[in-house]
């Protein structure tokens, strides 16, 4: 209903207004979750929530009201032991990189990511082929790596032209 939409945290008619909370909860940055200034690295880490959701059918941080999501996002870490046993270490680091909580340490460009996702489709540089892993756990890497390399892509095509 309308008057949800105007309680929601997330809703306000001065978006640009310095400290206040803008977006979905579940897909926030900390820095964005603590109403501070947010570049391109709020969306590297909105695209590792997705990834994080893709691989292991689970949200990373999670709440039964906005308020514990925001709080999980600023406090907790994700449950590393619900991705699949077999994804290669490299996508592992590439998740860890894109849920850094500090930003100055997060991947600092989605191209990046998309390179090492490339790789990894490709067999290139594995040092723990992804051929030794589980059956399910390739099918299901194998099943789900084009789609992150779609999503990685939408995310660098928004931002090319920025330095």
Excluded: C
Aim: charged share 25%; hydrophobic share 40%; net charge negative.
């Amino acid at each position: 209903s309308q008057a949800d939409i105007v309680a929601s945290p997330t809703f306000t008619a001065h978006a640009t207004a310095a400290g206040l909370i803008l977006g979905t909860a579940a897909y926030m940055a900390p820095e964005q979750a603590r109403g501070r200034v947010v570049d391109r690295r709020a969306d590297i880490w909105a695209f590792g929530i997705v990834f994080f959701e893709m691989l292991s059918g689970t949200r990373p941080f999670s709440g039964e009201t906005i308020s514990e999501i925001l709080a999980a996002t600023i406090k907790d870490e994700p449950s590393w032991t619900a991705l699949p046993g077999g994804l290669p270490s490299r996508v592992r680091e590439l998740l860890k990189r894109t849920l850094e909580k500090d930003p100055r340490r997060r991947l600092r460009d989605i191209g990046d990511a998309r390179l090492t996702l490339e790789d990894v489709q490709s067999g290139a540089g594995q040092t723990d082929a992804v051929s030794n892993a589980e059956p399910e756990s390739r099918a299901t890497l194998q099943r789900l790596l084009p789609w992150a390399l779609a999503a990685v892509t939408t995310v660098w095509w928004t931002y090319w032209e920025d330095p």
